[in-house]
């Protein structure tokens, strides 16, 4: 029955017995279906949610990530750095380089892509932070070492350093030898006469380089050799050089080896420009060609005995 807010014009309805049942069970039908559309609406909105905070976790572990290779990289070129140092204080004496350690750089460590997408179950799985966070590690351990052994190494051959930079072992300047050490005719006197030293050709005004570290001991004119500087490396060793048309160096300075101290000329007895240079040893002059380009090993076995 059905009752009008007035309370007229009454409608009474009959619902037929047969008729019952049936909406019942067609009304709960319906509120199954709206609670099942309540359900995965809900449900559906707590997994975006989750979703959402997965993805921010997996960018800044990808961000931390990031910095972590940056700082990888910088450790590895440290490392490296180190080992080419040793290098060339190696080559430098004549020695064989040290072995560059196999690399761990970037290229070796898996990128973020190579792991699986963030799931509930990714504690079992290795992150590119663990990763490399270990080879930071290991990296860190290897500068040390190589640290170690750099400064082991130059306290090993300190002495060694010393000597050779002062023994006589580079060309004092580039070009050619046109006369070598020993007896000939002089070109200009006649006389045949020992020649003490190297002749180098090179164009006037080249730079002449010091061929070992020492001090200078004279620098001006002298008789045959024009302008020339004498310098006293020590261990008995002086070399000089000849035909100067400019001397830059005064008598007393310190002078490290392959420092430039004048420059060619042709002053003196020369029949053209070019560098005398001249080897002595206690007083007397020796064969310069054996120094030109000498190793450490070189002059151990054959200078410092």
Same mark, same amino acid.
């Given at each position: 029955?059905?009752?009008?807010? $007035?309370? @007229? ?11 019952? =049942? ?11 279906? %709206?609670?099942?559309? !309540?359900?995965?609406?809900? $449900? =559906? ?18 961000? @931390?990530?990031?910095?972590? @290779? ?12 180190? !080992? ?11 020695m064989p380089p040290a072995k560059l350690p196999k690399s761990i750089s970037k290229k070796q460590t898996p990128s973020a892509s190579f792991f699986a997408p963030i799931?509930? $179950? ?12 270990? =080879? !930071?590690?290991? %990296? &860190? ?5 190589? =640290? ?5 190494? &130059? ?19 580039? +070009? ?8 000939? /005719? *002089? ?21 002449? #380089?010091?061929?070992?570290? +020492? ?17 006293? #490396?020590?261990?008995? /060793?002086?070399?000089?050089?000849? *035909?100067?048309? @400019? ?17 060619? +000329? ?7 420009? #070019?560098? #005398? ?23 151990? $076995?054959?200078?410092?005995?």
């Amino acid at each position: 029955m059905v009752v009008p807010p $007035n309370g @007229k014009g009454t409608m009474a309805f009959r619902i037929p017995a047969h008729l019952i =049942k049936p909406g019942i069970a067609i009304g709960l039908c319906i509120l199954t279906v %709206l609670l099942g559309v !309540i359900y995965l609406t809900m $449900n =559906k909105t707590f997994s975006l949610g989750e979703y959402t905070t997965l993805q921010y976790k997996s960018d800044t572990q990808d961000k @931390k990530f990031n910095t972590m @290779k940056s700082d990888m990289d910088d450790l590895q070129i440290e490392l490296e750095t180190l !080992i080419r140092q040793e290098s060339e204080v190696r080559q430098s004496l004549g020695m064989p380089p040290a072995k560059l350690p196999k690399s761990i750089s970037k290229k070796q460590t898996p990128s973020a892509s190579f792991f699986a997408p963030i799931t509930d $179950n990714t504690s079992l799985i290795p992150t590119p932070t663990d990763i490399t966070t270990q =080879k !930071i590690a290991l %990296l &860190r351990e290897k500068i040390a070492s190589a =640290k170690a052994s750099l400064e082991r190494f &130059r306290h090993s051959i300190q002495p060694v350093t010393s000597r050779y930079a002062a023994t006589p072992s580079i060309w004092p300047v580039r +070009g050619v030898i046109d006369s070598e050490y020993g007896y000939r /005719y *002089h070109p200009i006197t006649g006389r045949y006469q020992l020649h003490k030293g190297v002749d180098i050709a090179a164009y006037i005004g080249a730079e002449a #380089h010091s061929g070992a570290q +020492g001090t200078v001991r004279f620098t001006g004119w002298k008789a045959g050799y024009g302008l020339c500087v004498v310098i006293d #490396h020590g261990y008995g /060793y002086k070399t000089l050089y000849g *035909h100067l048309s @400019k001397i830059n160096v005064h008598q007393g300075d310190f002078i490290k080896k392959g420092q430039s101290i004048a420059l060619v +000329g042709s002053t003196g007895l020369s029949t053209g420009p #070019h560098l #005398h240079y001249e080897v002595q040893r206690w007083g007397q002059a020796v064969e310069p060609r054996p120094f030109l380009g000498a190793t450490v090993l070189t002059a151990k $076995n054959q200078f410092w005995q």
